[in-house]
């Protein structure tokens, strides 16, 4: 029997090829080796990197032709130059004993990683090699090389290096002996996957030359090699990706290590897992690090207080995300831009009271990368101003998550502003000085250094301390009549500002009881207050205003309350949802003298199927009627004129309109929500020939009512309609603690009527029946 074996010219490949050809004989002594050269791109361009000719198909696709046209019976290959799938009609056989599996520093001077000079060079022409240098040595120079193991260590010389970067498994197979070598230990450099592992590799049908090779086989390196390929598999490894595996068998347990970087090795993970044998460990864990690498972390600024503070790309990262853990600072409104299905997290702290420790919310960060999800870390002002933000980017980088910071207006800046207080003024202050004033009792702020600075002085956090802050100040030269304000959950609307000096600001804060949070001012600028105040007295200033219309216009109903100062929370209690109308009913449309169209959801349900059967054009014919100006305005967007509107906006109000121009043979269209008021119908078929069509529902939504108002000791209901009422009203618990402290507000009669027969007092109910109206009625109450 003869065997042809097909192989590389280098040096290398012929010592292996030839190990396993001695192997063989020695096996089996009747059978002859013939060993073929083949020279394959790999070996043809060494002037190229290896990352821009290919991938590892480039050291054994021509060996591997040859072995499918029956040129060769054998391929000897380096395994780590195997791509993780092969070809059909290839695989490989027997894995022989591993060599020494860790990478070799060989140096020009005696050492080791450690001891290398600052900035010295260093070659090699793995990327995986490179990046995990620069892990461990951010100063090294990092260049490239091409060329067998003796060309890589004679280039030490010839071009100056400081050292090379090569297999141990090479040089110990060649016999050499390079003067200056230092072991990569595996704990902090990983090799690449298989390496130091020889691939056999024949043809699928050829169970004779695979059962004789099977003869070469070694257990331990055979599950070394199918772990670290199942993770090669799974990363989907190639010469452009750093990857890098070592599988470690201590009888039926496995230990796999694996790291994977990105392209442009900004990110570098590393990670290990371990189970038995039977357990695809190699998969396992390359799908769990393709996650991380493919999570997002974003550490966001939210600003100060007041949720339109938020910057643009911050309220892209909340819509984005698939986890948000905020904490007590960032407003809970803009958790309202969150995805339906986001899982939300509040990792709020106050002093003595958190609800996670910084090093448990690190962790959970990690976690949810982990998972492959885009996680936004809400944090309330900026996330490097006092904010730990640098600490959680340090921890999450350090593990190969991709972070990325997004900048918020610290409250030390927007808080003052609300506060009308400028945080410099030509003339008065032309810089400023951020401090914490959240210290331990030994760790004590510079109060000398802090005395003699010009400018202002803004304490962040620094209730508690505000006393030790004074008196501080104080006794190193400040004035008792210098000028302080302390500002308590600035830019919002519990906002209260208590201005004072050095002397008295104690006691005037004491008096007020005022609580965490606040920010201390110091310096003149405080002076300007009285006159550069603007948002303590906005009209709504002060007043919490709950919505619960529908979420699909909550947002232009808030920003009208939100402009005139008011704190928003959003508490949406019905959705709508189209129901699926006959085209019967759009073929014969122009068969209609009139169309009632009485919300503005019935016109935009209404249009959204209509034109996709018909054109506006067959509406020429048809008069339409209007149930108030946002109807009127919704059915204009279409290029249509409304012909009749009531004065005023009740279902009855549009009966009467009716009444005067309806003709017992009219035919009347009236497209409404399923589940609308029975009479205005039956009304008007005293009137017309009536076609009721039912084109959307109100569906109830699930809110947790009692936590979202718990924090607030007063607050206005808003209620728009019946079914919001009604749906708000069975989904609180506690109705006496929640309508207690709350001033309840009604659109209208139908509206009043249904509150009223709960028991309770409606307290202002708007003259005109829209969002407009309801805020005339607030301000008329206000006397503003």
Known sequence: MKIKIGTRGSNLALTQTNMVADSIKEKFPHVEVEIKIIKTTGDIRRDVPIGQIGGKEIFVKEIESALLNGDIDLAIHSMKDMPGELPKGLKLSATPKREDCRDVLVLKESGNLEELKIGAKIATGSKRRAFQLKSLRKDLEILPIRGNVETRIGKIESENLDGVVLAAAGIHRLGLEPENMAYLEIEDFLPSPTQGILALEIREEDDTLHDMLMELNDEKTYIQSQNEREFLKAVGGSCKVPVGAYCHVEEDKIILKGMLGSEDGN?????????????????????????????????????????????????????????????????????????????????????????????????????????????????????????????????????????????????????????????????????????????????????????????????????????????????????????????????????KTIVGNLENICELSRKAKLKSPCLIVVGEVVNLREKLNFFEKLPLFGENIVLTREGKNVQSTKEK???????????????????????????????????????????????????????????????????????????????????????????EDGIKALEKVLKKTDKLLVPRAKMGRAEIVDSLKDLAEVTELKIYDTISTSTEIESALEEYEDYSLVFTSASTFNNFYKGVEDKSGIFSKAKIISIGPITTAAIEKAGLTVDIEAKEYTIEGIIEGILEEKNV
């Open 561 to 651: 309350f939100h402009k005139l100062g008011a704190n928003v929370i959003t508490l949406p209690m019905i959705e709508t949802v189209e129901l699926e109308i006959s085209e019967e009913i759009f073929e014969n449309v122009n068969s209609f003298d009139y169309i009632f169209f009485t919300s503005v959801n019935g016109v935009n349900y209404f249009f959204e199927q209509f034109l996709k059967h018909k054109d506006i054009r067959d509406l020429k014919d048809v008069k339409f009627c209007a149930l108030g100006i946002k109807t009127k305005i919704a059915i204009e967007k279409f290029g249509i004129r409304v012909d009749i509107m009531p004065e005023k906006f009740a279902g």
């Open 267 to 495: 990110q570098l993970i590393k990670m290990e897992i371990s189970g038995t044998k039977d357990e695809n460990l190699g998969k396992i864990l390359g799908e769990k690090m393709l996650k991380i690498l493919s999570s997002k972390v974003y550490l966001v600024g939210a600003g100060p207080g007041d949720e339109d503070l938020i910057t643009l790309k911050g309220k892209r990262c909340i819509e984005e995300a698939d986890v948000i853990i905020y904490d007590r600072l960032a407003s809970k409104n803009l958790l309202n831009f969150a995805k339906e299905n986001a899982e939300l997290i509040y990792a709020g702290k106050i002093s003595a009271n958190h609800t996670m420790t910084q090093d448990e919310i690190n962790e959970l960060l990690y976690e949810k990368a982990r998972e492959g999800k885009i996680v936004t870390r809400l944090k309330g002002g900026d996330p490097y101003v006092f904010g730990r933000g640098g600490e959680e980017f340090e921890y999450l980088m350090d593990r190969g998550v991709h972070v990325e910071a997004v900048p918020g207006i610290t409250s030390a800046i927007g808080g003052l502003a609300y506060a009308g207080i400028p945080i410099t003024h030509r003339g008065i202050a032309t810089s400023f000085h951020v401090i914490t004033g959240h210290t331990q009792d030994d760790d004590e702020l510079d109060y000398e250094t802090l005395s003699r600075l010009d400018g202002t002085l803004v304490f962040l956090m620094g209730l508690k301390n505000l006393e030790k802050i004074t008196q501080g100040l104080l006794d190193n030269g400040r004035g008792k009549n210098t000028p302080v304000a302390v500002i308590n959950w600035a830019s919002t609307s519990k906002q």
